[in-house]
């Protein structure tokens, strides 16, 4: 889309597939800041997807944030921060998980004043090699198997990601995931039999349900259509 990229890796084989993608690669590890973080953090936007829940180190990078160029912030947070209740969660009804560290993170970005946040708040990952028919292990016993399931798909995570920063959309919170919300047993048996496998074990005796995550506002704000909606109609043989 024109834009010139910075990449951090924490592993020193990536640098080179980076490079070869005009990407300029840096070595950062959140538990111990490079020497040239300041170089990585010379950019008007930054996109942080790091898996780590360690809140000491997020406040040493929110730190190093505020005393640099960087303007904008999409932070990837998951809606795991939302209690597992049985209805539909929007963000204006949503019960947080007030102990998660998750959220935690995600207020140390959004109560900082230096530069403007948005955060979006992604379902399970799924597509590419992120194949759910092979999310679980053989003999593994699966519960919930009438809970609904909050996925989506790699494309949509990374067109999300790109209208926020096309519509200069900041200081938002957002739900993100498909708009369809079958049930684990019916969504992963299909997953399953479709490469061929036997379908997950499922505790029938366990019978409960959990939340369905609702992304009518970032639909409406974003004027987003999704490009893998139906979870069951997306075709998981593709590959990278």
């Not at 560290?101 to 948005?118: G, M, Q, V």
């Amino acid at each position: 889309a024109g834009y010139q990229l910075k990449a951090s890796t924490t592993s020193p084989e990536r640098m080179d597939i980076l490079s070869k993608l005009n990407i300029d690669p840096f070595l950062v590890d959140i538990t111990q800041l490079p020497d040239n973080i300041e170089e990585f953090l010379d950019t008007d936007i930054l996109i942080i997807n790091i898996p780590s829940k360690d809140i000491l180190c997020f406040e040493q990078l929110v730190h190093k944030i505020e005393d640099s160029n960087v303007q904008k912030v999409i932070f990837v947070s998951a809606t795991s921060v939302y209690k597992n209740v049985d209805r539909v969660i929007t963000e204006e009804n949503g019960e947080l998980e007030t102990t998660s560290a998750l959220l935690s993170i995600e207020e140390l970005f959004s109560k900082s004043t230096a530069f403007k946040t948005t955060i979006i708040r992604f379902g399970g990952l799924i597509g590419y090699s992120r194949n759910p028919g092979r999310f679980f292990r053989s003999g593994r016993v699966v519960g919930g198997q009438n809970a609904p399931v909050n996925l989506i798909h790699r494309d949509d995570c990374i067109n999300i990601i790109a209208e926020v920063i096309t519509q200069s959309v900041w200081g938002e919170a957002f739900n993100a995931c498909a708009d369809t919300h079958p049930t684990k047993r019916t969504f992963y048996t299909q997953a399953t039999e479709r490469l061929g496998l036997a379908p997950p074990n499922f505790d029938l005796n366990d019978i409960s349900v959990a939340k369905t995550i609702n992304s009518s506002k970032l639909k409406h704000m974003l004027n987003y259509e999704f490009i893998h909606p139906d979870l069951m109609m997306i075709n998981f043989n593709t590959t990278e």
